[in-house]
């Protein structure tokens, strides 16, 4: 089993930065694609950033691209999405999520083929 709790939200301005934290707690098994979405009322769940197995091959959505970075510390079984230059549109409840790997590409699309999710974040980013 995964359990996933995201933390590390808030206010920030434009311009601004946070680092958002997802306690993972997969137990021993840890082979899993994992990614951060995004999600603002009325609105369909984005894909943000997503990272395979091991910590290869970070993948991110046009809109953070060069902004955000995730990355992985597997000692302490957490993942992080570093934002930066936050922007309006950034505004949104962020979740953590997680798929166990498999030979398909880990990109952050797909919500139905993720499996595990956090109960999310909120993020917002005033003018």
């Known amino acids: 089993q995964v359990h996933l709790a995201e933390s590390g939200g808030g206010s920030v301005q434009t311009g601004g930065s946070l680092r958002l934290t997802c306690a993972l707690n997969r137990g021993n098994y840890r082979a899993h694609c994992l990614a951060w979405f995004r999600q603002t009322p009325g609105k369909q769940r984005e894909g943000v950033a997503s990272l395979d197995i091991w910590g290869r091959n970070p993948r991110y959505g046009d809109s953070v691209k060069g902004r955000f970075t995730i990355s992985e510390d597997t000692a302490k079984d957490t993942l992080y999405l570093q934002m930066t230059d936050l922007k309006p549109d950034d505004t949104a409840m962020y979740y953590c999520?997680?798929?166990?790997?498999?030979?398909?590409?880990?990109?952050?699309?797909?919500?139905?083929?993720?499996?595990?999710w956090g109960q999310g974040t909120q993020v917002t980013v005033s003018s």
């Open positions: 999520a997680a798929r166990p790997h498999t030979g398909d590409d880990c990109v952050p699309r797909g919500v139905a083929t993720f499996g595990f």
